[in-house]
């Protein structure tokens, strides 16, 4: 079955990663049906809103620690760029999209979702970045889009003390629009979209581009520095021993 699923609910596509086994972490298998689906959904006149989730109990608990050990710089540096290339399609496909987040929502996961126009999540969820206390740094475009979503300050809170916060918390400081019961989640997100859809497809793709574009101002610079330095980060000794050492941790408590 494919690592990205798609279904169609009236004028809403929803999106759902589908590896469960590893709580539907990333690799870059995710990230070439993920470019694919959007492109398909981009050109389908009759989806006018997406919703974004994850198979089983969780959103997605992050990059695939895996593949992560297998880069270099070069590798990383490459694969960086293709993942950005990706959650900015999301970002700017001209259909709004919200994030249906239960359970665990960290690392590449929270890119993922600050990538959507809205994020609802459990209340019961986890939310973070816990890329530091692995010898490593987002990389597919989270410390632009954290910054621009809760603000410097706490963006820098959140990643240099790997804070995982519930989804109540992360309403409270704007990281998510709102929190609500787990079994409301995804039933929340698709009256968004449903709603959303019966709007003007032309005014809606005319006011994201307005804010997009905004924001959009040396983004594109931010972006490449950010996967120069999340490269030199993932092909360091010093990553490899944390990387290591979590997968040995995550071993011996399955």
């Given at each position: 079955m494919s690592v990205v699923l798609t279904e169609k609910k009236?004028?809403?596509?929803?999106?759902?990663?589908?590896?469960?086994?590893?709580?539907?972490?990333?690799n870059i298998e995710v990230f070439n049906e993920l470019d694919r689906v959007l492109s398909e959904l981009k050109?389908?006149?009759?989806?006018?809103?997406?919703?974004?989730?994850?198979?089983?109990?969780?959103?997605?608990?992050?990059?695939?620690?895996?593949?992560?050990?297998?880069?270099?710089?070069?590798?990383?540096?490459?694969?960086?760029?293709?993942?950005?290339?990706?959650?900015?399609?999301?970002?700017?496909?001209?259909?709004?999209?919200?994030?249906?987040i239960r359970g665990y929502c960290l690392g590449g996961g929270l890119e993922l979702a600050l990538s959507c126009t809205?994020?609802?999540?459990?209340?019961?969820?986890?939310?973070?970045?816990?890329?530091?206390q692995l010898g490593i740094i987002p990389a597919f475009g989270g410390t632009e889009r954290l910054i621009r979503t809760?603000?410097?300050s706490k963006a820098l809170e959140l990643i240099l003390f790997h804070k995982i916060l519930k989804g109540e918390e992360a309403?409270?400081?704007?990281?998510?629009?709102?929190?609500?019961?787990?079994?409301?989640v995804l039933n929340t997100a698709l009256e968004w979209a449903d709603r959303l859809s019966e709007k003007s497809s032309f005014?809606?793709?005319?006011?994201?581009?307005?804010?997009?574009?905004?924001?959009?101002?040396?983004?594109?610079?931010?972006l490449s520095l950010e996967s120069a330095l999340a490269a030199l980060a993932v092909a360091s000794e010093e990553a490899k021993e944390f990387l290591r050492a979590f997968l040995s941790r995550k071993g011996k408590k399955s």
């Open positions: 009236g004028k809403v596509g929803i999106i759902t990663i589908n590896r469960p086994e590893v709580r539907n972490a990333l050109r389908d006149e009759g989806i006018r809103s997406l919703v974004v989730t994850g198979t089983g109990d969780s959103f997605i608990s992050g990059a695939d620690i895996n593949e992560l050990l297998t880069m270099d710089s070069k590798r990383g540096f490459e694969a960086s760029r293709f993942q950005q290339s990706v959650f900015d399609k999301l970002e700017k496909l001209g259909k709004p999209s919200i994030a249906a809205f994020r609802i999540a459990a209340k019961n969820a986890h939310l973070g970045f816990p890329e530091l809760i603000g410097f309403e409270r400081i704007g990281l998510v629009n709102l929190s609500v019961d787990d079994a409301q005014a809606i793709r005319a006011i994201l581009e307005l804010f997009y574009r905004t924001y959009e101002k040396g983004l594109q610079e931010d």
